[in-house]
């Protein structure tokens, strides 16, 4: 969801791994500033938030 007012996007993901999340971050942190939300792991794979903000 975007949020205008806060100029924010955050995401509700789900990834095979906590390393697919870790590559994503490192990723998106060239370009904006990451904030994650707690991992959970569900069953084979893992979900949870990613907020960004431009840098």
Not at 32 to 47: F, M, R, T
């Amino acid at each position: 969801t975007f949020d205008q007012k806060r100029q924010i996007l955050h995401l509700q993901l789900r990834a095979a791994n906590f390393a697919s999340f870790d590559k994503l971050r490192s990723a998106l942190a060239t370009d904006y500033v990451v904030q994650q939300d707690a991992l959970q792991k569900e069953g084979d794979a893992v979900s949870g938030g990613v907020t960004l903000r431009r840098k």
